[in-house]
């Protein structure tokens, strides 16, 4: 097929301007400004709706297999696709097998067959013990490896210590590859207010062993007290240090407290090899506004306080946070506890990979981001984590032909019949967003249209 895609607002490397894609073989041929036609082309006409590159999603619970009644590759997958994305990356966890060996890696990748309506890669898990199974999860193609310093919620994927990274680390860097790690480090810190002592927490599935707080179960001051802003802290710092000593590449995922951005400035000021993502939820939401029960709003780091989250938002404006990334991490409606409003025993975890494009957009809008700095947060730099800078991430010729059409001043309600990951409940729920995805582009194929004409089963695995 040979099409040329023509908009007033395309996002391109250098700024947004009015100009026309030609796209032959899935690959973008040309970009030329202005309206501009070549012989043999469908011209495709969207008018004042922005033309962004796909965007690219590396912080995904899919859950397959083994708990695909949380969600799975076709669900996610169609949800990201009405959402603007055209890749995304699955954790290693929340499914079993969790992909911390070679075979575990096999049935992913079986599993994930015939359910892809996007591209999506992999990430490879580090726990106690596997460090003979990294190179053949390498060898199989994972993109990097995740780690977590406190419990993970999932008893099959355990923390590591200090000395679990420092077996692992050095053949990861020998490949190139990023480490992503989940920074708290338990019992680092108390509580600010000094009433209620951190607690040992495990956000588990299953019932029983989920720990709890003296407090009442229902108050989000007390979640927020029982993980303190200096888990976050002391973990990173610790991350800082082993990746000046290996040289490691190095990624934060879902960073939620501000007052780590000091040592992240320093780190990037001396030339370390570290990136950091936030997410969605840490931008769009403020603890003040969190009522006690709320469940959905649960998360692990939590949301803080506006004062915090205002700091992210600067953060990510000067570029010491690199990118936002979902953490979409979903679980059937009885695990959030919603009736009961148990926040001692609810899942933690936020369904979004759906709405993350608008979500970001409505607050950045805000506070004056211009769109084409999304093309940035969600683009451009996850391309650079996952390894496919130079193919994706960008609208310019030699580029995949990836790119996501939205109308950046139409407006919806999030509700649940919209929405296509398997469970419906997230805390957007009700919010009025601006950002309506009207069409997603995966190598020059329409893969959603808001308007139907979908065409599924277009995704592939990126090793």
Known sequence: MKTAVHSKRVILPDGVREATLFIEGGMITGVVGGLAMAEGMDLVEVGDSVVMPGVIDPHVHINEPGRTDWEGFDTATRAAAAGGLTMLVDMPLNSSPVTTTGAAFDRKREAAEGRLHCDCGFWGGVVPGNEHEIEALIGRGVLGFKAFLTHSGIDEFPNVTE???????????????????????????????????????????????????????????????????????????????????????????????????????????????????????????????????????????????????????????????????????????????????????????????????????????????????????????????????GRRGKIARGYSADFVIWDPVGSFRVEREGLLHRHKGTPYLGEELNGVVEQTWLRGEKIFDKEGGVRLNRGRVVI
Request: glycine share 10%; aromatic share 8%.
């Open 163 to 389: 000395a679990d990274l420092h077996k692992v680390i050095p053949i990861i860097a020998a490949h190139g590859l990023p480490l992503l790690v989940h920074c708290e480090l338990e019992g680092a810190g108390t509580a600010a207010s000094g009433e209620i002592q951190a607690a040992s927490y495990k956000l588990q599935a299953t019932s029983g062993g989920r720990g709890g707080m003296d407090r009442d179960p229902r108050s989000y001051r007390n979640y927020l007290l029982s993980r303190p802003a200096r888990w976050e802290v002391d973990a990173i710092d610790l991350m800082i240090r082993l990746c000046a000593q290996y040289g490691c590449r190095t990624h934060i995922v879902h960073l939620s407290s501000a007052a780590a951005i000091g040592a992240i400035r320093q780190a990037k000021e001396r030339g370390l090899p570290l990136t950091v993502e936030t997410a969605p939820h840490y931008l769009y939401f403020s603890a003040e506004d969190i009522g006690d029960g709320e469940t959905y709003f649960k998360c692990a780091p939590p949301i803080r306080e506006r004062e915090n989250n205002a700091a992210l938002w600067e953060a990510l404006r000067e570029g010491v946070i690199d990118f936002v990334a979902t953490d979409h991490s979903p679980a059937p409606p009885a695990m959030k506890e919603p009736e009961g409003g148990d926040l001692t025993r609810a899942w933690g975890g936020i369904a979004s990979l759906q709405l993350s494009l608008p979500v970001v957009w409505t607050a950045a809008r805000r506070r004056g981001f211009e769109a084409g700095e999304l093309a940035r947060w969600m683009c451009a730099s996850p391309a650079l984590l996952v390894g496919e800078a």
